[in-house]
C-alpha cells in the first residue's frame, strides 16, 4: 500500500468522517497545509519577539480552509489548538529550544515565505532551523543522506522512479510516522503522503493539535514501486540503512508505524496491523506505536475509531494533551 493509494471511499456516517478526503477543499490541501505551517511558524517567531516586517494576514490567512474544514467534527475529533512552538513542546527544556527562540535577522521572514511558497523545492530551512545549531547540524547529516538516495541504484526501483522520496518535517521531531513507500503522486513531486491517503494523515496529524511540519514523515523504501504494488523484502533490506539513518539522526520519541509493511519490518514480525495495531512496541530503544495506513481507512473508514485510539495513546506518551474538541 503506498502513499498516495486512493480507491474509492464512503465517508458517510462514520464519526472519524473529519479525517476523510472527500471534501472540494482537498484538492488544495498542500497549500492550505504550507499555510498552516507558516502561520504556526510565525506565531512562534512573534512570540519570541520578533516583529515581522509585514502584516501576519498576507499571505498565510488568504490560504486559511474555511473554518468547517479545517475543524473535526465537534462530535469525533479534537479542534486544532495552537501550537507557540516551531517544535513539538516537549516536558523539557534543552538548549535547542533556547537557540530556536532567539531574535531573527530583519526581513528573513518575508524572504522565506517567498521561498516557501514558491514550491519549487521543498522549504526544508526555517529561519528557525538556521537559528538553531542542533537543527541546522542534523538537517545537514540528512541532506547528506538524501543526496545518496538520490544518486542509489541500490535495487530495481531506482530504474522506474522519477523522484526518490526522502522524508520531510523537523529534524529535531519528537513524533515520527514511517509509511511503506511512494506511490505515484509522492513519485511525481519527491515527497512523503502528498496524496489523498497523504491528506488524510495530515488531518490525522492536525486532529492531534500538531501539524505535518512539527513531526517527521519518512517511509521504508525511497523509490515507488510501480503498480503501487507492496516493495519486495529484499528492496526494503536494501534501502532501510536510510531510514535507520534518518531515526538515528532525527532521534524521536516515539515512532508511529502506518500499516503493515513498516510494522513488520521494524518489529521483525509476521503479526498483522490488525492485531498489532495499538500495542507498543520498540525499535532500538524506541518505543512504537503501530497503527493503520491512511489509505486502508479510506477505504475502510470504521477503522478510524481505532486508528483515532492509537493516535490518542500517542500523545498520552509523549506527555502531550489531548486536544479540546
Ligand atoms: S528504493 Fe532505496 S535502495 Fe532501492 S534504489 Fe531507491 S533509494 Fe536505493
Not at 498542500?30 to 511558524?41: E, N, S, V
Not at 526581513?107 to 542542533?134: C, F, M, Y
Not at 531510514?243 to 519490518?265: A, R
Not at 475502510?300 to 481505532?306: A, D, I, L, Q, T
Request: proline letters at 11%.
Amino acid at each position: 500500500m503506498s502513499d498516495s493509494d486512493s480507491r474509492p471511499q464512503d465517508l458517510n456516517s462514520n464519526p472519524m468522517d473529519s479525517m476523510g478526503a472527500s471534501s472540494p477543499d482537498s484538492e488544495m490541501p498542500t497549500l492550505l497545509d504550507l499555510a498552516q505551517g507558516l502561520r504556526f511558524r510565525l506565531e512562534a517567531l512573534k512570540a519570541s519577539g520578533w516583529e515581522p516586517g509585514f502584516q501576519l494576514s498576507d499571505p498565510v490567512d488568504m490560504l486559511q480552509p474555511p473554518q468547517a474544514d479545517a475543524q473535526p467534527e465537534a462530535s469525533s475529533l479534537p479542534a486544532q489548538t495552537p501550537i507557540s512552538s516551531p517544535s513539538i513542546p516537549s516536558p523539557s527544556t534543552d538548549s535547542s529550544e533556547a537557540a530556536s527562540s532567539g531574535p531573527l535577522p530583519a526581513g528573513v521572514g518575508r524572504e522565506w515565505i517567498q521561498k516557501a511558497t514558491q514550491k519549487s523545492e521543498p522549504a526544508l530551512v526555517s529561519p528557525i532551523e538556521e537559528a538553531d545549531p542542533e537543527r541546522k547540524k542534523r538537517l545537514e547529516l540528512l541532506h547528506e543522506i538524501d543526496r545518496q538516495v538520490r544518486a542509489c541504484q541500490e535495487c530495481p526501483l531506482h530504474e522506474s522512479r522519477t523522484n526518490t522520496v526522502f522524508g520531510v518535517g523537523d529534524p529535531c521531531a519528537r513524533l515520527m510516522f514511517i509509511g511503506e513507500g511512494p506511490g505515484y503522486d509522492e513519485d511525481q513531486q519527491g515527497e512523503p503522503f502528498v496524496g489523498k491517503a497523504g491528506k488524510l494523515l495530515d488531518k490525522m496529524i492536525v486532529a492531534m493539535g500538531l501539524h505535518r511540519s512539527l513531526v517527521y514523515i519518512a517511509n521504508i523504501v525511497k523509490c515507488r514501486p510501480n503498480g503501487n504494488r507492496d516493495p519486495l523484502p529484499t528492496e526494503q533490506q536494501a534501502c532501510f540503512p536510510y531510514l535507520s539513518q534518518q531515526i538515528e539522526i532525527i532521534k524521536p520519541e516515539l515512532i508511529v508505524t502506518l500499516g503493515n509493511v513498516p510494522t513488520k519490518y521494524l518489529l521483525d514480525t509476521q503479526v498483522g496491523i490488525t492485531r498489532m495495531r495499538g500495542q507498543l512496541q520498540s525499535y532500538d530503544g524506541i518505543p512504537v506505536l503501530p497503527t493503520f495506513h491512511p489509505a486502508y481507512l479510506l477505504r475502510n473508514p470504521n477503522g478510524k475509531r481505532e486508528a483515532w485510539d492509537d493516535l490518542k495513546m500517542a500523545l498520552e506518551i509523549l506527555n502531550l494533551p489531548l486536544p479540546k474538541k
